[in-house]
C-alpha cells in the first residue's frame, strides 16, 4: 500500500515512533490516522457468533475483538519494544491483570518484586491468593534471592524496572536466564519507568513486556491506557482470554491519543533525560536533600547496571529529605508554579508526590525482618518520587527550590 510504512526497512527509533502502524488512509487518503469509534463491523461473509470459533476471518467483527485505531496503536507499540504482537487494554493495571491471570491458574507460583507500583503490589499480594495463586515477594535485584526462590511450580517471575518508587533496578538479562535455565517459563517485565527508549526487554530474554501507556508512552496525561507485549502465540491465547473475556479493553479515543502521543516519544523520552539529570545534581547538591535516586547519577547504588541495561535513564527520580516531608509537601502545594504536585509520572510536565512510609507500609508492602530494612535504607520516614517533565532543567530547579 502506498505510504504505508514496514519497519522491515529497519528504520531508526526515531522513525519507527512517528511511521509505525500509519499509513495514508486508502479510502480517505488522510495523512494523519483517523479515529474510528464503531463498535461493530459488518462483516463480508457470514460469520461465527463466538471469537473462539472466528478462524482465518481477519476483518473486525466487534470492538472488544479487535478495531482499526486500536490496532494501528498495537502495531506501533510492537515496532518500538521489537515485540512480534502488542495487545492494548484501558490501563497499566488492566495490562498487568490481562496478563497474569491469563497465564496463571490455581497451584502455580509467582515470584514478584516486594516493591513494584502499588496497584500491582496490591493486586498480588491480596488478589491472586484469593485465586489459588502462591506468591513470593523478592529483593529481585538480588540474583540469590531470586534463585532461592524458585520452585518446581514457578510459572512467572515478574519484574519492575527501574522500580516504583524506591528506583532500584533488576538486572534484566541476568534473571532471565537465571529464570529460564531453572525451567520458569515466564519472565515478565513491568517497563513503564524506562519506556521502550529505555530498554527493550524482549531483546534481553524476556518473554513479556508490560507498560502502563497513561505515563511516558502517551505522555501528555490525558489519556490512560496499557500495554502488553510478546510473542505471536504466547499473545493469541492472552488475546482471546484477556481481551474477549475479561473486556478490559482500550477505548479508540485513548488509541488515537496515544497514538499521537506516542510518535513523538523518542525525542520526548531525550529531553526528559536531560532535563532530570539536571534536577538530580542539582537535589544532590541541596541542603534540604538527604539522598537522590536516579540511575543516571554516579551516586545510583546500580549505576553501572543502568548503563549496561538502559539507554535512556528517563525522568524518574526518588529523594530522601531532612525536615519532615510532611511540611515539604504542604509548601509544595502551596508555592510551586511549574511542577505539580500529583500523582501519575512520565507526563510532559513534571509532578511530584510525597510518599510517607507509614502509611504505605500499612496499606500495602507490609514489610518485616530483611525487607523492612531495605525499604528503610532506600525510604526511611518517606520519599518524593518526582517526575522530571520536558520543562527547561534550571526552571524546575528553581521551582523546586522554592518549597525546599
Ligand atoms: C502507573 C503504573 C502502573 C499502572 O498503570 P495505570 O495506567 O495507572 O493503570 C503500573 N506499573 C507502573 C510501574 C506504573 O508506574
Known amino acids: 500500500m502506498s505510504g504505508s510504512f514496514n519497519d522491515e526497512n529497519k528504520a531508526s527509533i526515531e522513525t519507527i515512533a512517528v511511521h509505525a502502524g500509519e499509513y495514508i488512509d486508502p479510502a480517505t487518503r488522510s495523512s494523519s490516522p483517523n479515529l474510528v469509534m464503531s463498535a461493530t463491523f459488518a462483516p463480508t461473509a457470514v460469520a461465527s457468533f463466538s471469537a473462539l470459533e472466528l478462524g482465518g476471518y481477519n476483518g473486525h467483527v466487534y470492538g472488544r475483538v479487535s478495531s482499526p485505531t486500536v490496532q494501528q496503536l498495537e502495531e506501533k507499540l510492537a515496532a518500538l ?3 512480534e504482537t502488542c495487545r492494548v487494554f484501558a490501563s497499566g493495571i488492566a495490562a498487568a491483570h490481562a496478563l497474569i ?11 514478584f518484586p516486594e516493591v ?7 493486586f498480588a499480594r491480596n488478589t491472586l491468593p484469593r485465586f489459588g495463586v502462591e506468591v513470593t515477594f523478592v529483593d529481585t535485584a538480588d540474583l540469590q534471592a531470586v534463585e532461592d526462590a524458585i520452585r518446581p511450580n514457578t510459572k512467572m517471575v515478574w519484574l519492575e524496572t527501574p522500580a516504583n518508587p524506591t528506583m532500584k533496578l533488576a538486572d534484566v538479562e541476568a534473571v532471565a536466564a537465571l529464570a529460564h535455565s531453572k525451567g520458569v517459563r515466564d519472565v515478565a517485565v513491568d517497563a513503564t519507568f524506562c519506556s521502550p527508549i529505555g530498554m527493550r526487554p524482549l531483546e534481553l530474554g524476556c518473554d513479556f513486556v508490560v507498560h502502563s501507556l497513561t505515563k511516558y508512552i502517551n505522555g501528555h ?15 493469541d491465547k492472552m488475546s482471546m482470554e484477556a481481551t474477549v473475556h475479561y473486556g478490559g479493553i482500550l477505548s479508540p479515543f485513548n488509541a488515537w491519543l496515544i497514538l499521537r502521543g506516542a510518535a ?4 520526548r523520552m531525550a529531553a526528559h533525560e536531560k532535563s532530570a539529570l539536571e534536577v538530580g545534581r542539582f537535589l544532590e547538591g541541596h541542603p534540604a536533600v538527604k539522598r537522590v535516586f536516579y540511575p543516571g547519577l554516579e551516586s545510583h547504588p546500580q549505576h553501572d547496571l543502568a548503563k549496561r541495561q538502559m539507554k535512556n535513564f528517563s525522568g524518574m527520580m526518588s529523594f530522601q529529605t531532612h525536615e519532615s516531608g510532611d511540611a515539604i509537601a504542604a509548601r509544595m502545594i502551596e508555592e510551586l508554579k511549574i511542577v505539580h504536585y500529583a500523582v501519575s509520572l512520565g507526563h510532559h510536565r513534571s509532578l511530584v508526590c510525597w510518599i510517607p512510609s507509614e502509611q504505605i507500609l500499612r496499606s500495602t508492602y507490609l514489610f518485616e525482618g530483611d525487607a523492612l530494612a531495605r525499604w528503610n535504607d532506600y525510604v526511611g520516614d518517606g520519599i518524593f518520587r518526582l517526575s522530571v517533565g520536558v ?3 534550571a526552571d524546575i530547579c528553581a521551582d523546586l527550590a522554592r518549597a525546599l
Open 264 to 267: 513523538t516519544l523518542p525525542m
Open 221 to 235: 496525561g490525558d489519556a490512560m491506557g496499557g500495554a502488553v507485549l510478546g510473542r505471536k502465540d504466547d499473545m
Open 101 to 111: 491471570m491469563s497465564r496463571l491458574s490455581s497451584g502455580d507460583h509467582l515470584i
Open 116 to 122: 513494584t507500583y502499588v496497584g500491582t503490589a496490591e
Open 391 to 393: 520543562e527547561n532543567g
Open 81 to 83: 519494544d521489537g515485540a
